[in-house]
């Protein structure tokens, strides 16, 4: 087992509200502004066409579709690149560069996708420590940590470290325990982060799926739930069953650190389930497919007998079709084309994350409810959902997080 050395906690009393500041800082202050203006996209513009060559040679080996980077401009390669950043997969692109004929890729390019691999790198390797670092601390306290998504999920990948991080989710339980609808050990770990003065944000709040809080600069989630059983009819069931089959066991990052993951049954259904209420709830792209397409590579579809014919297997099928025709896969589901090129559609066209600059506080909540409803009406047949059931939701949503209802 590898050490690492153990890393100390950012003291003082830290706030998350500071935490999309770090989830942006990879883009860095001009990127952030880019990507939010990219929105014509379409799998016929040489961009798209390029990224997901790239991407489609990374994960299933074949060889890069050098038709699609012919005749293509600088403005091109700035604008794949954007898309690439937006969706956080700009590592996996960058592994099929190498690929391409000397001279293809413009310098500049090619020097900025390195430097940003170097802090893809970086980011993996300070991840690692700080997961490393609380499942010690924890498991001093006899309770073992459990890695949802995340390095988890990047084992599935040709180079792990090249799989772009977002938050680090966990899930704890006490040692030789099993959990039926919610973790045990959440509310011991939440008070051990704040005897170091960490702020945890929903902290102890009944229904939050998990509580937040910063560690040296990098946002960890504690789940207490594994899916918000408000969001749709089916989520309390999925819970439960996630529960049933969580089965975690060990595996071996690249630097040689040991980590529990869950059961390939789990991943199946919490991946799909992510996926899902990111495409009900706003915020589906890339980086889902991509992780989806690695997961059914590398273990297929395993889905619990107790969720088949339920809407999230549906959603599963949709787009583990979707990744067969985009990304090389070659893994057999039932086909709805309609349901698929909607799906596909909404990946390369993620909602706005935030309300265009200088809108009054009235314009700022006509636009987002504007949003809601329309991504209500895009998937109530597809989630089970019904207004009323979504309004409340989001009414709980706000209430729990006043900030976000002009915010984020």
Same mark, same amino acid.
């Given at each position: 087992?590898?050490?690492?050395?153990?890393?100390?906690?950012?003291?003082?009393?830290?706030?998350?509200?500071?935490?999309?500041?770090?989830?942006?800082?990879?883009?860095?202050?001009?990127?952030?502004?880019?990507?939010?203006?990219?929105?014509?996209?379409?799998?016929?513009?040489?961009?798209?066409?390029?990224?997901?060559?790239?991407?489609?040679?990374?994960?299933?080996?074949?060889?890069?579709?050098?038709?699609?980077?012919?005749?293509?401009?600088?403005?091109?390669?700035?604008?794949?690149?954007?898309?690439?950043?937006?969706?956080?997969?700009?590592?996996?692109?960058?592994?099929?560069?190498?690929?391409?004929?000397?001279?293809?890729?413009?310098?500049?390019?090619?020097?900025?996708?390195?430097?940003?691999?170097?802090?893809?790198?970086?980011?993996?390797?300070?991840?690692?420590?700080?997961?490393?670092?609380?499942?010690?601390?924890?498991?001093?306290?006899?309770?073992?940590?459990?890695?949802?998504?995340?390095?988890?999920?990047?084992?599935?990948?040709?180079?792990?470290?090249?799989?772009?991080?977002?938050?680090?989710?966990?899930?704890?339980?006490?040692?030789?325990?099993?959990?039926?609808?919610?973790?045990?050990?959440?509310?011991?770990?939440?008070?051990?982060?704040?005897?170091?003065?960490?702020?945890?944000?929903?902290?102890?709040?009944?229904?939050?799926?998990?509580?937040?809080?910063? $560690?040296?600069?990098?946002?960890?989630?504690?789940?207490? $739930?594994?899916?918000?059983?408000?969001?749709?009819?089916?989520?309390?069931?999925?819970?439960?069953?996630?529960?049933?089959?969580?089965?975690?066991?060990?595996?071996?990052?690249?630097?040689?650190?040991?980590?529990?993951?869950?059961?390939?049954?789990?991943?199946?259904?919490?991946?799909?389930?992510?996926?899902?209420?990111?495409?009900?709830?706003?915020?589906?792209?890339?980086?889902?497919?991509?992780?989806?397409?690695?997961?059914?590579?590398?273990?297929?579809?395993?889905?619990?007998?107790?969720?088949?014919?339920?809407?999230?297997?549906?959603?599963?099928?949709?787009?583990?079709?979707?990744?067969?025709?985009?990304?090389?896969?070659?893994?057999?589901?039932?086909?709805?084309?309609?349901?698929?090129?909607?799906?596909?559609?909404?990946?390369?066209?993620?909602?706005?994350?935030?309300?265009?600059?200088?809108?009054?506080?009235?314009?700022?909540?006509?636009?987002?409810?504007?949003?809601?409803?329309?991504?209500?009406?895009?998937?109530?047949?597809?989630?089970?959902?019904?207004?009323?059931?979504?309004?409340?939701?989001?009414?709980?949503?706000?209430?729990?997080?006043?900030?976000?209802?002009?915010?984020?």
């Amino acid at each position: 087992m590898n050490t690492i050395t153990p890393l100390t906690s950012t003291q003082g009393a830290v706030s998350i509200n500071s935490k999309n500041a770090n989830r942006r800082a990879f883009l860095g202050t001009n990127g952030v502004d880019k990507v939010e203006k990219i929105g014509n996209t379409n799998p016929n513009e040489k961009p798209v066409k390029m990224l997901l060559s790239l991407l489609r040679s990374s994960l299933s080996g074949e060889e890069i579709q050098q038709e699609a980077f012919k005749g293509a401009n600088y403005h091109d390669w700035t604008t794949m690149l954007t898309i690439a950043h937006r969706s956080s997969t700009t590592g996996i692109a960058y592994d099929s560069l190498k690929k391409l004929p000397k001279g293809t890729v413009p310098t500049g390019i090619s020097l900025k996708m390195a430097e940003y691999i170097r802090e893809i790198e970086d980011k993996y390797a300070r991840q690692e420590a700080v997961l490393t670092d609380l499942s010690k601390q924890y498991g001093e306290k006899g309770i073992e940590t459990i890695a949802l998504k995340g390095l988890g999920s990047s084992l599935n990948y040709p180079v792990p470290q090249h799989r772009h991080g977002r938050d680090i989710d966990i899930f704890t339980r006490f040692k030789n325990t099993v959990t039926e609808d919610r973790s045990n050990s959440t509310e011991l770990v939440d008070d051990m982060m704040i005897e170091k003065g960490i702020q945890v944000e929903d902290y102890r709040v009944p229904k939050a799926k998990h509580s937040e809080f910063l $560690y040296n600069d990098l946002v960890v989630e504690n789940h207490k $739930y594994f899916v918000n059983k408000e969001a749709m009819p089916e989520a309390k069931k999925i819970d439960a069953i996630l529960h049933k089959v969580l089965n975690p066991v060990e595996k071996t990052l690249p630097s040689g650190t040991k980590i529990l993951t869950p059961s390939k049954e789990f991943n199946t259904v919490f991946l799909a389930q992510h996926a899902f209420q990111h495409y009900a709830f706003g915020g589906i792209d890339l980086h889902n497919l991509v992780d989806w397409s690695m997961h059914i590579k590398q273990n297929g579809i395993c889905f619990p007998e107790e969720l088949k014919g339920t809407k999230v297997e549906e959603f599963a099928n949709a787009l583990t079709n979707v990744s067969n025709k985009y990304l090389g896969t070659n893994v057999e589901a039932p086909k709805n084309e309609a349901y698929e090129k909607r799906l596909f559609e909404k990946i390369l066209h993620p909602d706005p994350v935030r309300p265009p600059e200088n809108l009054s506080n009235y314009e700022i909540i006509m636009f987002k409810t504007k949003r809601f409803l329309n991504r209500f009406n895009e998937t109530k047949e597809l989630t089970g959902r019904s207004l009323s059931n979504a309004i409340i939701h989001s009414v709980k949503a706000h209430l729990r997080k006043p900030g976000t209802i002009l915010g984020i």
